[in-house]
C-alpha cells in the first residue's frame, strides 16, 4: 500500500532540534532526497476541474522555533511583528522554488483581530491573551499556529475551548507559512528562515514595532484611539484612519518610521543557503 500511495501520499521528514548554523545539515539530507528521486514542488493536487475548482494541499516546510521566553509580552511582540510582516512572507520570491502555490498557505489571521492586537493600548495578561486567541483563532491552520506553544502554557485553558483538536504541548513558535520544494535544483531552507529572521528582529525592536503597528493601523482604516494617530490623520471628520489626510501628515510618518538597520541584540542570525 505505501508502495502504491507514494505518488499521491506525501512523506514528512522532521529533524531533531538544531541550532541555525546547522541547517545547511537540512539542506544536504534534501539533496540525498533528491538525488533518490524525491519530488514536490510546493503544494499536491486534490480533487480535479471537473469537480468544481482545484484544491492544493501545501508541502509545508514547518519551523518549530524555540521561544526565548514564555511571558505574554514576548509572545505578543513575536505574533505583532509576524501579523505586520505576513503579507511580505507569502510574496514569491526570486529564489529556486520561490514561486509557491499562494491558494495552499495557511490563511491569514482574520483581519479584525490584527486590528485588535496591534492597537497601541492592548496589553494584556496572559489568561486574557490566551482568550483572545482562542476566540478568533480555534484552529491550527494559520501561518503562525500559536496552539501548541498556549497549550504548553496553560493546557486547561485551552482544551476548555478545543477539547479535540489534534494539538501537542511544545514551547515553540510553529511556523507554516513557507513550503517544501524537494524536487527543485537549488531549493533551500536558508531564505525560508532568513525571513523569520525578519520577524525576530522586528519583535526585538519595540520602537520600530510600535510605529509600523501605528503605520498599519493608519493605512488599513482602523478605529483611532492613539494620540500618535489621531495627530497624523489630522481633520479627519470621522475618527477613521481611512479619513482624508494632508501630505504633510503623511510625510511625518513616514519620516517617523526608522529604516532596517543592525539586527537588534538578542535576535537570531541570518545564514547563507
Not at 500511495?5 to 546547522?22: N, T
Request: no cysteine; hydrophobic share 45%.
Amino acid at each position: 500500500m505505501g508502495r502504491l500511495a507514494g505518488g499521491l501520499v506525501p512523506r514528512e521528514l522532521i529533524m531533531a532540534p538544531l541550532e541555525p548554523d546547522r541547517l545547511s545539515e537540512v539542506d544536504e539530507a534534501i539533496a540525498v532526497l533528491r538525488l533518490a528521486g524525491a519530488t514536490g514542488d510546493g503544494a499536491i493536487r486534490f480533487g480535479s476541474p471537473g469537480f468544481g475548482s482545484p484544491q492544493f494541499g501545501s508541502l509545508g516546510l514547518h519551523f518549530n522555533i524555540d521561544v526565548p521566553g514564555l511571558d505574554v509580552e514576548t509572545i505578543l511582540a513575536r505574533l505583532r511583528a509576524f501579523l505586520l510582516l505576513d503579507k511580505w512572507l507569502r510574496m514569491p520570491k526570486a529564489e529556486p522554488g520561490g514561486g509557491g502555490v499562494p491558494s495552499a498557505v495557511p490563511p491569514r489571521f482574520p483581519e479584525d483581530y490584527v486590528r485588535f492586537v496591534l492597537q497601541p493600548g492592548y496589553a494584556p495578561d496572559m489568561d486574557g491573551f490566551i482568550d483572545d486567541y482562542l476566540a478568533a483563532n480555534p484552529t491550527r491552520d494559520r501561518g503562525l499556529d500559536l496552539l501548541p506553544l498556549l497549550l504548553h502554557i496553560d493546557a486547561d485553558r485551552v482544551r476548555a475551548i478545543l477539547p479535540r483538536e489534534k494539538i501537542a504541548a511544545r514551547p515553540v513558535f510553529h511556523y507554516r507559512v513557507p513550503q517544501a520544494h524537494v524536487g527543485v535544483p537549488g531549493w533551500s531552507v536558508a531564505p525560508d528562515w532568513n525571513r523569520w529572521v525578519a520577524v525576530e528582529r522586528l519583535a526585538a525592536d519595540p520602537d520600530r514595532l510600535d510605529d509600523l503597528g501605528r503605520a498599519w493601523l493608519l493605512f488599513r482604516g482602523a478605529p483611532v484611539d492613539d494620540p500618535l494617530v489621531e495627530g497624523m490623520v489630522g481633520g479627519a471628520a470621522d475618527g477613521r484612519a481611512d479619513a482624508p489626510m494632508d501630505e504633510p501628515a503623511v510625510g511625518t510618518w513616514r519620516a517617523a518610521v526608522k529604516p532596517i538597520g543592525a539586527a537588534p541584540a538578542g535576535a537570531p542570525a541570518a545564514i547563507r543557503p
